[in-house]
C-alpha cells in the first residue's frame, strides 16, 4: 500500500508554545488529507478535512484558528497547535487519500504513524 | 454514513481463523463497507473494503451478507501480531468529501 509519513513522532513542549506536524505522503499524490485526535482508550476523532489549495474543512466543535490546517501541495499538510495548553495533549494521525480513479470508494484512505503531543 | 455495530472484543487462538462480525442494517446502495486495524499506539492499517461482493486479498477476506446489512473479516490464520483494534466503517462511494468515521472497534486479542 500507499505510504504517509508523519513527523515527529512525538512532542513535547511547554504550555503556550506552538507545535508544527507534517504529513506527507511519498508515493503518491493526495488531493484530499485529513487530521484526526485520540485520546488514551478511545476511538479516532476527525478533526478536519482539507483539499490541496483550499481552507480546511473542520468538524463541528474543533476550533479552526487553534488547529491551523495547510495543505499547499498534493504530497504534504501540515498541522499546527496554536498556543498548546495541556487538554491539547493526544495522538494526532493524518490520513491522506488516494486517488486511483473516479470512482471515490477504491480510493482508499492511508493513515500516518501518528505523533503523540504531551503540553507540560 | 450509515452506523455500524462491533462487539466490543473477542478472542482468538493463534493460528486459527478469527471472524469479526459488523452490522450496519441502515446501509445505503452507495456505502462501501471499509475494514481498518489499529495495532497499538500506531496509525490505522488498511485492510480491505467492498460494495456487495466477497473480496480477498493478502491479508484478508470480507463476506458481504445478499442484502448488505452485515459483514464479517475473516483473518484466515491468526498470528500475535495481528492482535489490535479491528474498524469497521461504512463511507460513500460517490461524496466528494467521503470522510472515515471511526467507531469504537472491536478489540481482538490472539492467544498463543
Known amino acids: 500500500g500507499a505510504v504517509v509519513s508523519q513527523h515527529p513522532s512525538w512532542v513535547i513542549c511547554k504550555s503556550g508554545t506552538s507545535v508544527k506536524i507534517e504529513c506527507r505522503s511519498l508515493d503518491f499524490q493526495a488531493t484530499t488529507m485529513f487530521w484526526y485526535r485520540q485520546f488514551p482508550k478511545q476511538s479516532l476523532m476527525l478533526m478536519a478535512t482539507?483539499?490541496?489549495?483550499?481552507?480546511?474543512?473542520?468538524e463541528q466543535g474543533v476550533e479552526k484558528d487553534k488547529f491551523l490546517i495547510n495543505h499547499a501541495s498534493l504530497t504534504l499538510s501540515t498541522l499546527t497547535v496554536t498556543s498548546a495548553h495541556p487538554e491539547d495533549s493526544s495522538f494526532y494521525i493524518c490520513?491522506?487519500?488516494?486517488?486511483?480513479?473516479?470512482?471515490?470508494?477504491?480510493?482508499?484512505?492511508?493513515f500516518g504513524a501518528g505523533t503523540r503531543l504531551s503540553v507540560l | 454514513d450509515a452506523k455500524t455495530t462491533q462487539p466490543t472484543s473477542m478472542d482468538c487462538a493463534e493460528g486459527r481463523a478469527a471472524n469479526l462480525p459488523c452490522n450496519h442494517s441502515?446501509?445505503?446502495?452507495?456505502?462501501?463497507v471499509y475494514w481498518y486495524r489499529q495495532i497499538h499506539s500506531q496509525g490505522p492499517q488498511y485492510i480491505i473494503h467492498g460494495l456487495k461482493n466477497n473480496e480477498t486479498n493478502e491479508m484478508a477476506s470480507l463476506i458481504i451478507t445478499e442484502d448488505r446489512k452485515s459483514s464479517t473479516l475473516i483473518l484466515p490464520h491468526a498470528t500475535l501480531r495481528d492482535t489490535a483494534v479491528y474498524y469497521c466503517i461504512v463511507r460513500w462511494g460517490s461524496s466528494n468529501t467521503g470522510k472515515l468515521i471511526f467507531g469504537q472497534g472491536t478489540t481482538l486479542q490472539v492467544k498463543p
Open positions: 482539507s483539499n490541496e489549495g483550499s481552507k480546511a474543512t473542520y
Open positions: 490520513s491522506a487519500r488516494e486517488r486511483q480513479g473516479a470512482i471515490l470508494a477504491k480510493n482508499i484512505q492511508y
Open positions: 441502515t446501509i445505503s446502495g452507495n456505502e462501501y
